[in-house]
């Protein structure tokens, strides 16, 4: 293996609070708001095809993409590392929002935490056997692993939301998640939970969301992780 493609041996601190700084909460390009230019951009392409957006401004979008962005970051992460590095990189975040006074991110996050939990069961009954079993594996794994870091001491809502994404992958690839992930972002603009965005413009925001988990995985895929 040539030098040049070893992976950068990084502090998960460090490497979180330099990402969520730069490229979530203060992407500043040569002076330029570049997360203001992005928010207006993807506004603007999705009211040409969908007018019920109309009355929601870059702004407002970019209020609730941020909770979403650091969701995609966790659920990127997550992919890549495994959840024993999920965990602390789960309890780093939420102290870092605390230090920020930016609890509003965190909480606001749990809404599309949830549409990813609901997604990886999306589509399975109990009724099929196949299904059924697939249920009781997720659920179990989910409660014992819950149960095992609640005895060490951790906090059990970070801990929480890291099992709420296991069991993605597939979810995620089949392009399930990003649906979920696309009507709970609707329903936090303000729209009736029973909306649906014209197929265009759904397709707009999808994209959108799935192309900010691919630049964080992709973030994530040239870094190892150190501690």
């Known amino acids: 293996m040539s030098i040049f493609s070893k992976k950068q041996k990084v502090n998960l601190e460090d490497f979180c609070s330099d990402f969520y700084e730069k490229y979530i909460l203060n992407p500043v390009i040569e002076g330029l708001d570049a997360g203001a230019v992005y928010h207006n951009t993807v506004i603007k392409s999705v009211v040409e095809v969908d007018q019920n957006f109309a009355n929601i401004n870059s702004q407002k979008l970019g209020t609730e993409m941020i909770p979403l962005r650091f969701e995609l970051f966790a659920l990127a992460w997550l992919h890549?590392?495994?959840?024993?590095?999920?965990?602390?990189?789960?309890?780093?975040?939420?102290?870092?929002?605390?230090?920020?006074?930016?609890?509003?991110?965190?909480?606001a996050s749990e809404s599309y935490n949830q549409a990813i939990a609901r997604s990886i069961k999306s589509g399975k009954t109990i009724e099929n056997p196949l299904d059924r079993t697939y249920i009781w594996h997720v659920d179990k794994t989910r409660v014992d692993l819950f149960e095992q870091y609640a005895k060490n001491g951790y906090d059990m809502k970070c801990v929480a939301r890291v099992l709420n994404r296991l069991f993605s992958d597939d979810a995620w690839e089949n392009g399930i998640t990003s649906v979920f992930l696309m009507f709970a972002l609707c329903e936090r603009l303000g729209f009736e939970q029973d909306f649906a965005p014209t197929e265009e413009a759904g397709f707009r925001l999808i994209a959108t969301i799935r192309g900010l988990y691919v630049g964080a995985r992709e973030s994530l895929e040239k870094i190892k992780i150190s501690n």
Request: aromatic content about 18%; overall charge positive; cysteine-free.
């Open 80 to 107: 890549q590392f495994g959840y024993k590095s999920a965990i602390p990189q789960s309890v780093f975040t939420k102290h870092y929002l605390q230090g920020k006074k930016r609890d509003d991110i965190w909480d």
